[in-house]
């Protein structure tokens, strides 16, 4: 009996050849450039100091009065959104309770359109005179509130912590604060539960005039959750950290003697990636004014009561108003907030600045660029053409470009709601049923049209198939590149799909289990985005179109939308040689005699005719 012949050793490909066409080498050390920006991230660490009061004058916040104060607010008027009687109401409510005090309270009346309707909103404003002319410091808090319940924590908790303070800093000579060196407002606003429009119609009058040396927000401080504070913005800023740490070493010299929360450092690099907040302070953040909002409610402002939360935890509510009273007081010693670098990233109570994050975030594209440029110098050394894929993939983004434009036009008919730049409403997020029917149909047209030149006719040499990974990775390294010129900080959504793609064509030859992994290894990102609003903000399922509105609303920026077309004309490049469906841009032999639109014509008329051939053939058996 004679022995099997033994196998045949499989042998690994050759670094360079078709089956392995990235050079990892390359690869591998272009990461060293980037340990030089780590290092300098490590030197930007810093501590920013806090601002402390030399005033001996006790504590004048009575957190029980502030508590009864909310109590008559919301039993008085319990319905106070804006434009019905009872926001009528609160407005004279909140006059009365600061008339005893002295103060003049000045009203500032606009319009803005709610649900479809066009409201007036009343923003009220209580000023205490400084000796110095420049600057002013605001202390605010929403009146309004969303109509679900009576509004307790959400908002009277706020507006009576704001009345509380306003007594100890009163122009009467009973107040404790007699004379302040900067001036003092006490504004109470109109629609935050509808984009925060109050806040961002003050922000943008104060924009030309008086300087705002800093604004505490104070929103649903009397919740059973932790104190925490929020300081993102609506674009990829920071307020001066001088503040945020004030605040928070007056929560930690106060009664309770514990940091307040803030959100976690992925939480605000994703912030800064893609700019989206729902309190009060994102509209003067944005501005470059400094501005903290203290709240015990979480990511997502509170609509209507959960259980457990129709009384106010007085304790919370006390030392918020302690807090903001301390860091009042160490404002007004006359010490200016140095602004700082204008993002960062807070880490317990030290920073990373923003510019050494955007550094190390910009250094992480090199080792893919330099690979995709490599295997696109290979494929010219081989003679392997890479112009089909171009223009391959140059009618996939002609694709994407057309779906965007009617997403953006849908939105300008009003298809998706109002589009006055303002951040959706987060309680009344619904699927627009007939206008993405629509969108869907005159998408699928254009598809129709798009795909005439994609599907493979013939069989697909190994040549072509690298050179469609080489166009479509040249086009992801053209998006990082604009990406880094517009927002260095969303690179974090955009860095797996490049370094997890730039595997494909290393695994084009292995099993569609491996390559379909490698493939939705590169979706971490922006999935990753949706995740973060669909748990962050209670959206759940409707995360994605909540986005999606965003952009609609003109609130998310528009060279960011069309970067992202790009991004997904490269990702259904690489999709269609995952699965074995790429086709390069045919040549002018392989096309039909007709083009795709023409082609498109004659069969709907082709159609059309043989209807009717069919309903007079029908009609003449018939008689």
């Known amino acids: 009996m ?38 300098l991230l490590a030197f930007s660490v810093a501590r920013p100091p806090a601002l402390h009061t030399s005033s001996n004058l006790p504590p004048a916040f009575k957190q029980d009065q502030a508590a009864a104060i909310a109590e008559d607010l919301t039993s008085s008027y319990p319905n106070r959104q804006p434009g019905t009687l009872g926001a009528r109401g609160a407005e004279t409510w909140f006059r009365d309770q600061l008339k005893p005090y ?70 009467t000579a009973a107040a404790q604060h007699v004379s302040l060196p900067v001036s003092l407002v006490f504004l ?57 740490e004030t605040l928070r070493a007056a929560f ?5 003697g514990t940091d307040p929360a803030r959100p976690s450092g992925l939480q605000q690099l994703v912030g800064l990636g893609f700019p989206f907040n729902p309190y009060e302070q994102a509209p003067f953040v944005s501005r470059g004014m400094p501005a903290v909002t203290v709240t015990t409610a979480g990511a997502r402002p509170p609509a209507g009561r959960r259980r457990g939360e129709n009384r106010l935890d007085v304790g919370h509510l006390g030392a918020v108003g302690l807090a903001t009273q301390e860091t009042i007081n160490a404002m007004e010693e006359g010490v200016s907030l140095t602004q700082g670098p204008t993002s960062y990233v807070y880490l317990g109570q030290r920073l990373i600045r923003g510019w050494a994050i955007e550094i190390v975030l910009v250094a992480m594209l090199l080792p893919f660029l330099a690979a995709a440029v490599d295997l696109f110098a290979r494929c010219r050394r081989r003679r392997i053409r890479v112009a089909p894929a171009v223009r391959s993939y140059r009618s996939r983004l002609y694709f994407w470009i057309w779906v965007g434009a009617l ?49 493979p006719r013939r069989a697909i040499r190994p040549e072509e198939r690298l050179a469609g990974h080489s166009g479509a990775l040249l086009a992801l390294g053209v998006v990082g590149l604009l990406l880094a010129a517009t927002n260095p900080f969303a690179l974090i959504f955009l860095l797996p799909s490049l370094h997890a793609w730039l595997w494909l064509p290393q695994v084009q030859t292995r099993q569609p289990g491996l390559r379909a992994s490698v493939f939705l290894a590169g979706l971490v990102g922006p999935g990753y985005l949706v995740w973060s609003f669909a748990t962050h903000y209670g959206l759940g399922w409707d995360a994605p179109w909540y986005i999606a509105k965003l952009f609609a609303s003109g609130y998310a920026p528009l060279p960011l939308f069309v970067i992202g077309l790009g991004w997904l004309a490269a990702a259904g490049q690489l999709a269609a040689l995952a699965s074995g469906r790429y086709a390069p841009y045919p040549a002018p032999r392989e096309r039909p005699r007709r083009g795709p639109v023409r082609e498109l014509i004659r069969t709907l008329v082709l159609a059309q005719r043989r209807r009717s051939g069919v309903a007079e053939s029908r009609h003449a058996v018939n008689e």
């Open 407 to 455: 997403f953006l036009v849908f939105g300008a008919l009003g298809f998706w709601g109002g589009t006055d730049g303002r951040a959706p409403s987060l309680t009344d997020v619904s699927w627009p049923g007939s206008g993405l029917i629509a969108l869907a149909l005159l998408s699928a047209v254009g598809w129709i049209v798009a795909r005439t030149r994609l599907l």
């Open 2 to 39: 004679t022995a099997a012949p033994p196998a045949p050793e499989r042998r690994r490909p050759r670094p360079g050849s078709l089956e392995r066409p990235i050079n990892a080498r390359l690869y591998r050390g272009t990461w060293l450039l980037v340990g030089l920006p780590l290092l």
């Open 252 to 256: 930690a010299q106060g009664p309770g």
């Open 102 to 171: 002295g103060f003049n309270v000045r009203s500032d009346r606009f319009t803005a359109t709610i649900h479809g309707r066009r409201t007036t909103l009343v923003n009220l404003a209580a000023e205490k005179a400084g000796l110095s002319p420049q600057g002013e410091i605001v202390v605010m808090a929403h009146r309004d509130d969303s109509g679900d319940d009576n509004g307790l924590n959400d908002n009277a908790s706020g507006t009576a912590a704001l009345i509380e303070l306003a007594r100890s800093y009163a122009p």
């Open 188 to 244: 109470s606003t109109d629609g935050a539960s509808d984009g925060a429009r109050g806040a961002a119609h003050f922000a943008a009058l104060q924009e030309t005039g008086q300087d705002i040396l800093a604004v505490v927000n104070l929103d649903s401080i009397g919740g059973r959750g932790t104190p925490r504070l929020v300081f993102g913005g609506n674009t990829a800023r920071s307020p001066a950290p001088g503040l945020v």
